[in-house]
């Protein structure tokens, strides 16, 4: 084993040696000169896909063929997956990731995922690898939707960090074209990587000239885990924004999140998305979205309270990220028709016009609030 490694490498010295210096092409496609003037991730273009198309992607992704001998657990999930969007047409959280990077595939995007416990999911909702019984092998299904698509790659990375978080950065760096994701098992577990958030995710164009679209999923959420296990930090992140450097995401829906990762793809110059994702509401029975909302329109950065009455509203709550759920259910339990919640799904860039437009819907409100879960000296 150690001959052939060190086999390995010398020819690969040897190559690097000689002949031609190869042809950089990614450094024209990240050189930040690329980003067009007025770009402010902001904006939400349509990313909707037809209906008939995502539920054949549904039936490629979550229809296990009968022939393929996975543990029984596993395939009750998928078969809730399948019936849930071809029965009753509505999706939770981990159908909407696995459609997003569906139709990516099928467009031609490369998906790549890696993270500590990422194929499985640190909270077993994404099930992307399925192990064979009594085998070695593995069924990848969103590796087989239909001939000619992109490559999809999933890796369980090693417990360090600084280290994945630095080789991914420099992969989303050279694969431009590419969706390139990052997991924390935890969202706290950032705290490893620091030095390549602080010295080259924040500061990609400022300091080297370079943009980079490396996505960060960060699970967020005091669900009573503790220290280490809570919360994401949403705060050092808005520390590091300025200019449009970066996207910083709290959504509230599976089809918000599928938009939102389609449209971090339709962008034509990229810079890196942070997105709290959820523990709890992986599997809140009211975080689902119906198929139509995945066909139509776009990422929605404020959304508003479908139900409240501007003439009446005297008082508007915002918030972010799970928090919503409970807040709307004291709403309607206590019938507080005076009272809007309104979820701000993007933290930065803030939807300016989108929040100018809630002002002069609720102009009968006198008080305008912002609801966290966070204790308040944490941002």
Sequence with gaps: MEAEIRASLQQDLDLARGGEEPHCHYQLACDRRNRPA?????????????????????RKVFQIPSAIGVFDKIRKIYDGWARSLL????????????????SL??????????????????????????????????????????????????????????????????????RTDGLTVWEAQFGDFANGAQIIIDQYLAAAETKWNRLNGLVLYLPH????????????????????CA????VLANVTTPANLFHLLRRHMSYPARVPLVLFTPKSLLRHPQCVSPLADFTGGGFQPVV????????????????????????RQKQQAEGRANTAV???????????????????????????????????NMG
């Design 38 to 58: 007025g770009l402010t991730y902001t904006g939400s273009p349509p990313t909707g896909v037809e209906r008939e198309r995502l539920l054949a992607l549904g």
């Design 87 to 102: 029965d009753k047409g509505e999706c939770d959280w981990a159908m909407g990731e696995h459609l997003a990077y569906a």
């Design 105 to 174: 595939l099928t467009d031609g995007v490369p998906v790549r995922v890696s993270g500590q416990d990422c194929e499985r999911g640190t909270f077993s909702h994404r099930h992307a690898v399925l192990r064979i019984e009594d085998s070695e092998e593995e069924y990848v299904p969103l590796d087989r939707l239909e001939p000619g698509q992109a490559r999809f790659e999933i890796h369980n990375s090693l417990l360090s960090e600084y280290a994945v978080l630095g080789f991914e950065y420099g992969f989303a760096s050279v």
């Design 221 to 240: 959420g005091s669900e009573g885990q503790g220290p280490e296990h809570s919360s994401a930090r949403p705060e050092r992140f808005l520390q590091l």
């Design 243 to 246: 200019g449009n450097n970066m």
């Design 304 to 327: 508003d309270d479908a139900g409240a009455d501007p003439a009446i509203v005297k008082r508007v709550l915002l918030c972010s990220g799970k928090l919503f759920y409970p807040l």
């Design 342 to 376: 309104v979820r701000l799904e993007q933290l930065y860039p803030v939807a300016a016009d989108a929040l100018k437009a809630l002002a002069s819907r609720y102009r009968a409100a006198n008080e305008w609030i912002w609801v966290q879960e966070e204790p308040e």
